[in-house]
């Protein structure tokens, strides 16, 4: 080998000796030291001590060998092809041996470490470092940096940071294993309360740990410029937390042992693939969400540069998976065999970045106040949170009522929550999707059935699709093409075609046995009101097997009682009560008569339900295949129990009322129905011919058909006044008034005069006279509608010449009710009636009984209460004024007992008690009310309203953005009650 040549220079002079194994420097200060050769340095440092250039075999000088030890501020720049070269120093060098292999051992102090730099790799400092050959042990305080360059310009270099307790760095080069061509492998081991980073391709790696571990291969060709990397593997063990942050995404691991890998073809993406074992739990936030979006424990993760992950659990065990949806609006929590996940990239006019899809299997999830199972979890920027396969889900609705929902499918999508979370599922779902065999139960009572379910916070309704969508309320069903449904309100919204119909336990197809109705229809829909929830129904067929009745119309329209929908309890009684009203009618049987009917839907459980009831023609009833009625409309007030029929036909006898004889057929413009199933109408005419255009029929100006309950046959009262008999067109003659009491075939009986036995009142004799009061009447229309050019016309100036506003007629009749009750004595009741059509109505009676008996009926009076004369006046009216309406009742009994003893019929259909006057008035969606109501004997208990007052204004936009619209609603109430105890016994 050629010499090698080495300097020693110090201007404070040298001590040196020579001995027999070679020249050493006792002690020199500000010296600098060089060896020149291939493994040469320059060293410089205060003090050196104990320098010693040894002799070889033949007696040179052999720098080869060459030991010192040097203090302070000690720096040594030193060329090695292995490590290509570099510098380090501290406060202390020994070296032990520069070849073959260089020893060294540097010191430092916490204020001034030894440090190691590396021009090709990076650098390290610690409070000790010695290097042995190409391997370096650092000690106490490790921190250091390194750069791994790329190969290219286009590749991504590696720089990695660590600090540690102890450091070790072994570098070391294969022999060529092709014709020049090595390998080369760098491994670092950092241990004790580590922290690292590794950044490569704008990917960063941040490491806590107890132990670190890095390799590195590279490929060195002969004549290439740089080495080629062949790939990278990192390790952390022990109390491990990483974070993963790319430009996209930060992922956030704690575990027990993590790997990192990076092969050849991953130098341009970045990392290969991260894996943690050992008690996972991980967060992470993907694409553009400002927050964490996802996290979990099990026992693996996953994830390489295909940005593909998956999270694993142990043997039996189970992953959890918490975070947001892919909008970054709703939090989910889940459990699961196993979770898959992907990145993929999108590109925006922003710039790009990327979307999370999750992938579960056999979830249990916990999302929006949601549980739900399934065999599949998903959830991506495209589809939102879905779940499939077998899915159930369960919840309650704001007004804590349970539900559950059963699909193949299904979809959430949250809403964005900002402070404190919302408790309501309404607050925080914006849609909800189900598709396949969907099964909806809301609470014990309702059961909805379709292929397609969609709930969608914007509307605030559930719509369900299918052929056909079915709703079931106890033994009721509901089924239609969709219908759209309210769960907070509880009631439908909309539906296509469809039926509805009640079956008994155990029946799969439509109604056909005697309990069973059908209600068919092309569409329905509600609209909400103050006080109701109106129900439209285009096309109705209403049928009951039994009755074989029929009504069809071209629409139907019902308004239901809104606070029945309100009270879960009691809409649960109503319904039942309605399902019995409905049962009732399809057990009516051949011989059911009009006030059978009728009677049905006066009943309190109907009424209670439905408050009014509207039906536009052509509207036909029928009964076994005959026309029963016709009318181009027909209105019927459940509450009041009033309605009418417009432009009405009515077909009385034969098969309804259980008879074969010809029929009596009615035709009206308006044939009114009030409270007590009586009908009466104006101008119109009955006949018995069968043809459209009879060739004979009766025309009367007032016809009036009242059912009858008292004892005897009389089933129903025909008046006619104002008669003529018309024949064929041409011939007219006048008829006079005909008042008439009728058995159920509509057969005439004697008027006026009855004769009976009864055990009550013994043997009795009555007569019933209806005289008109034409003046009265008159009289009474000036006071209630002064001025002959209508209430509500505006005077102009040609006024006088202008031809005044046709006014309706005055209807006024005195009544005459009078009886001798054989055990009791004599009754006498005196009436007044005034009506003018629907401007007002008026009544007045006062009745009168000389009663020598004890009493029998439902409130009895002993006769030391009372005296022998007995009296009962009462009054009601209603006055119509456009917008307003007046209306007031009088009762005044002499005793408690005489309506309930002498008028049992009125006293069983509604006991006239309170006296009251009332005013109402509305406009649009705006409606206000006052009452005033007193007690006028000591009778009974009332509570007193003194006055009372209420308002209430309806749903009317506030303002507007763009297409929506904000609206307000609101009602007030202000009243002064007063409790007035009554006389005992008979005081309610």
């Known amino acids: 080998a050629a010499p090698r ?85 501290g406060e202390e060098l020994e070296v032990l041996a520069v070849a073959p292999v260089p020893h060294l051992v540097l010191h430092g102090t916490p204020e001034a470490k030894a440090f190691l730099q590396l021009t090709e790799y990076g650098e390290a400092s610690a409070l000790e470092v010695e290097r042995t050959g190409d391997t370096l042990h650092a000690r106490g305080q490790v921190t250091g940096s390194a750069i791994f360059a790329a190969a290219s310009g286009k590749d991504a270099d590696v720089r990695t940071t660590f600090a540690g307790d102890e450091l070790t760095i072994d570098r070391g080069e294969s022999a060529e294993l092709l014709p020049g061509e090595r390998l080369r492998t760098l491994r670092a081991l950092v ?130 998976l918490h975070g947001l949806d892919p909008e970054g609006k709703a939090p989910y929590q889940l459990t699961a065999e196993r979770v898959d996940f992907a990145l993929r990239p999108l590109e925006t006019e922003a710039g790009g970045g990327e979307a999370l899809r999750l992938l579960a299997l056999q979830p249990e999830v916990r999302m929006l106040g949601l549980r739900a199972r399934a065999d599949h979890f998903t959830a991506d920027d495209q589809t939102g949170v879905a779940l499939s396969g077998g899915v159930r889900l369960s919840g309650a609705t704001s007004k804590n009522v349970p539900f559950t929902l059963e699909a193949d499918e299904v979809v959430l999508v949250g ?38 379910l969609t709930v969608r916070r914007s509307t605030g309704l559930l719509r369900v699709d299918g052929a056909p969508a079915s709703f079931e309320l106890g033994a009721t069903r509901l089924e239609t093409e969709w219908v759209e449904f309210d769960p907070v309100l509880e009631v439908l919204v909309a539906t296509g075609r469809g039926r509805m119909f009640t079956r008994s336990e155990g029946e799969r197809e439509g109604p056909d046995d005697g309990n069973s109705w059908e209600l068919s229809f092309l569409s329905a829909s509600t609209l909400l009101e103050l006080d109701s929830v109106i129900l439209v129904v285009q096309e109705p067929i209403f049928h009951a097997a039994q009755f074989q009745s029929l009504l069809r119309a071209s629409w139907g329209i019902f308004w239901l009682n809104r606070e029945a929908f309100r009270d879960s309890r009691r809409r649960d009684e109503l319904l039942a009560g309605l399902q019995q009203s409905m049962t009732r009618m399809g057990a009516l049987g051949d011989n059911a008569s009009l006030t059978d009917l009728l009677a049905l839907f006066r009943s309190p459980e109907l009424a209670g339900l439905m408050r009014e009831m509207y039906f536009e023609g052509p509207v036909e009833v029928l009964a076994d295949g005959e026309l029963l ?5 027909i209105y019927l007030d459940a509450a009041s129990q009033h309605g009418w029929l417009s432009r009405a036909t009515v077909n009385l006898g034969r098969q309804f009322l259980g008879q074969r004889q010809e029929k009596l057929t009615i035709k009206a413009d308006w044939l009114r129905l009030s409270g007590d199933a009586k009908l009466r109408a104006d101008q119109a005419t009955v006949t018995s011919c069968s043809f459209d255009d009879a060739h004979v029929r009766v025309v009367t100006g007032d016809l009036r058909i009242e059912p009858m309950t008292g004892p005897g046959k009389e089933t129903y009262r025909l008046r006619l006044k104002d008669n003529r008999v018309e024949l064929y067109d041409r011939i007219t003659v006048p008829l006079p008034t005909i008042d008439v009491a009728t058995d159920e075939e509509f057969q005439p009986l004697w008027p006026t005069l009855s004769l009976a036995d009864s055990a009550r009142f013994g043997t009795l004799f ?43 007629d005055v209807d006024a009749n005195y009544k005459v009710d009078g009886s001798y009750l054989g055990s009791r004595g004599g009754l006498l009741d005196l009436g007044l009636e005034i009506e003018a059509k629907q401007d007002y109505w008026f009544d007045l009676y006062l009745g009168l009984v000389l009663d020598t008996g004890e009493d029998r009926g439902f409130l009895r009076v002993d006769e030391d209460e009372r005296s022998s004369l007995r009296t009962w006046i009462r009054s009601q009216a209603y006055f119509d004024h456009g917008k307003s309406a007046w209306s007031f009742s009088l009762s005044d009994q002499s005793d408690a007992g005489v309506q309930a003893e002498f008028f049992e019929s009125q006293f069983l259909r509604y006991e006239r008690a309170e006296n009251y006057v009332q005013w109402r008035r509305s406009s649009g969606e705006n409606f206000a009310q006052g009452s005033l109501e007193a007690r006028t004997d000591t009778l009974r208990t009332e509570i007193e309203e003194l006055p009372s007052f209420s308002a209430y204004r309806g749903r009317s936009p506030l303002l507007r953005l763009g297409n929506l619209a904000l609206l307000h609603t609101g009602d007030a109430r202000a009243e002064y009650l007063r409790r007035r105890a009554g006389s005992e016994p008979h005081s309610p």
């Open 191 to 320: 241990a004790g309360s580590v922290q690292g980073s590794v950044t490569s391709a704008g990917e960063t790696l941040v490491l806590r740990s107890e132990r670190f571990s890095a390799e590195r291969r590279e490929r060195l060709v002969a004549g290439a410029d740089a080495p080629l990397e062949l790939g990278s593997l990192f390790i952390a063990e022990g109390a491990v937390h990483a974070d993963f942050v790319t430009p996209e995404s930060e992922l956030a691991i704690d575990c027990e042992h993590f790997e990192v890998e990076r092969t050849a073809r991953d130098v341009e993406s970045g990392f290969r693939q991260l894996v943690a074992n050992d008690n996972v739990r991980f967060t992470g936030r993907f694409g553009q969400h400002s927050e964490r979006d996802v996290g979990g424990e099990g026992e693996i993760l996953t994830f390489d540069s295909d940005r593909r992950g998956s999270l694993e659990a142990g043997a039996h065990g189970r992953v959890t």
């Open 5 to 89: 040549a080495f300097t020693l220079t110090s201007p404070d002079g040298l001590k040196i000796e020579r001995g027999a194994r070679g020249w050493r420097v006792i002690e020199s200060t500000r010296v600098e030291v060089a060896l020149d050769g291939p493994q040469g340095f320059r060293a410089r440092a205060d003090r050196v001590s104990d320098f010693i250039v040894p002799h070889s075999g033949t007696g040179e000088l052999a720098p080869e060998g060459l030991r010192f030890l040097a203090r302070g501020q000690v720096v040594v720049d030193f060329e090695r092809a292995s490590l290509g070269g570099g510098r380090f120093g």
């Open 629 to 633: 009625a016709r009318a181009d409309a």
């Open 766 to 808: 009555s007569f019933a006279i209806t005289r008109p009061a034409d003046n009265v009447g008159e009289l009474f229309d000036s006071i209630a509608r002064p001025g002959e050019d209508g209430r509500d016309e505006p005077q102009t100036v040609d006024a006088e010449a202008a031809p005044p506003r046709p006014r309706s």
């Open 415 to 452: 809403r964005r929550q900002t402070g404190v979370e919302a408790a309501d599922i309404e607050d925080q779902l914006d849609a909800l999707l189900a598709n396949g065999r969907v099964v909806f139960a809301l609470s014990d009572s309702l059961r909805v059935r379709g292929e397609r």
